[in-house]
C-alpha cells in the first residue's frame, strides 16, 4: 500500500504520528508538500509533478491542510480523487467544513443543534443583530479565524453595538453568536473516525478566557460522552461528510451544541489526554477503505469518468 500524507511540515506531531502508524503497517509511505505539487491537465489524463518529478499514483491520501491554504490543498485533493485515490477528508467536505457560516448552515439543513447565530453584512443594523441573536452576552466571531484567534465575547448590547461597528467599518464578516454561560469556558471535542467516535477530551479555558482552545492556553482531559452527545458528533460529521474529523460541542442546559467541525483536527490533544492511539484507528480506515494494487510505479492514469463531477 502507498501513503502520501500532505503536510506542509513533517515534524509537526500530527504527521510524525501518522507516517509511524502507516509505516507501522508495512506501507510504503511519503510526506508530501502539497505546496510544491504541480499538476498537468491534459485530455483524458491527470499528473502530478513534485519537485520536479512525476509523482506515482499512492492508493491513498491523507490530507492535512492548513487554513490558509484551502484552496490549493482542496485542489490537490480533488485531483488525486480524480485519479480514483482513496483520501480520508475529501475535498468537497475539506472546503465545505473550512466556511463557518456554510457549515452551519449545512448542520441546522440536518437537524443538528448549535448556538443561535445570526450572520449579516456589514450596511446591517447592530440593534437588530444583536436583537436576534439574543441579547448580550454575545460572542462574535471572524469567519476568516482559526484556533480561537478572532473571537471575542462581548458583556453588555453597547459593548457590542461598538464592536460590531467597528469590525462592519473594516467590511469583515462576522458571525454573531449566543453565549452559553453554563458551559463555563469548556468544550468538548470528538474525534470522529469512519462514522464512529473512537475517542474525546475536554477543552477548558485558561482563568479569565472564555475560549477553550488548546493553542489559546487551555487544558484537555479525557471525557466519555454521553449517549447525546455521541449521536450528535456522529451526525455533524456524516452532515459535513467528513470520513476524520473534530466535533467541537458545548454543553448547555438544552443539550450539546455543535460549534464547529474541524476537517483536520491535530493529534497531539487528544492522543496526549486519552492514551488512545488515533493515528492507528485513521490507519484502520483506509485499510477497510481501499484495495491497493494498480501497475508498481504508475505514474499516469486516465480520468475516470464516474469522477468528471467530483
Known amino acids: ?22 509505516t507501522a503497517k508495512g506501507w510504503e509511505v511519503r510526506v508530501i508538500d502539497y505546496l510544491k505539487c504541480t499538476i498537468e491537465i491534459m485530455k483524458g489524463e491527470l499528473v502530478v509533478n513534485y519537485q520536479g518529478k512525476v509523482l506515482p499514483i499512492p492508493d491513498a491520501i491523507i490530507p492535512r491542510i492548513g487554513a490558509s491554504r484551502t484552496f490549493y490543498g482542496a485542489a490537490m485533493v480533488r485531483h488525486f480523487e480524480m485519479l480514483d485515490v482513496f483520501s480520508t477528508t475529501g475535498n468537497l467536505a475539506l472546503t465545505r467544513s473550512r ?45 476568516e479565524g482559526t484556533q480561537g484567534v478572532g473571537v471575542v465575547l462581548v458583556d453588555s448590547e453597547k459593548a457590542a453595538k461598538s464592536v460590531l461597528d467597528a469590525f462592519y467599518g473594516m467590511d469583515v464578516n462576522l458571525l454573531v453568536q449566543e453565549y452559553i454561560e453554563e458551559a463555563g469556558g469548556a468544550d468538548i471535542r470528538a474525534f470522529v473516525v469512519n462514522g464512529e467516535v473512537v475517542g474525546a477530551m475536554k477543552r477548558q479555558g485558561a482563568e479569565g478566557d472564555f475560549r477553550s482552545n488548546l493553542h489559546q492556553g487551555g487544558s484537555a482531559t479525557a471525557y466519555k460522552l454521553n449517549r447525546k452527545e455521541k449521536a450528535t458528533a456522529i451526525a455533524a460529521a456524516r452532515a459535513m461528510g467528513l470520513g476524520v474529523c473534530g466535533v467541537d460541542m458545548i454543553p448547555s442546559a438544552r443539550g450539546p451544541l455543535v460549534m464547529e467541525v474541524n476537517s483536520s483536527p491535530g493529534l497531539e490533544g487528544i492522543e ?24 508498481e510505479n504508475l505514474q499516469k492514469r486516465k480520468i475516470k469518468k464516474d469522477n468528471i463531477g467530483a
Open 272 to 295: 496526549k489526554s486519552t492514551s488512545i492511539n488515533i493515528a492507528a484507528k485513521i490507519m484502520e480506515f483506509i485499510e477497510k477503505s481501499v484495495r491497493p494494487g494498480g501497475p
Open 1 to 22: 500500500m502507498r501513503i502520501y500524507i500532505l503536510s506542509r511540515n513533517k515534524e509537526l506531531y500530527s504527521t510524525k504520528r501518522l507516517f509511524e502508524e502507516a
Open 99 to 143: 466556511d463557518k457560516l456554510r457549515s452551519l448552515q449545512v448542520l441546522s439543513k440536518n437537524d443538528v443543534d448549535m448556538p443561535r447565530t445570526v450572520f449579516a453584512s456589514n450596511k446591517s443594523n447592530a440593534k437588530d443583530v444583536i436583537e436576534l441573536s439574543g441579547g448580550a452576552p454575545l460572542v462574535l466571531k471572524i469567519l
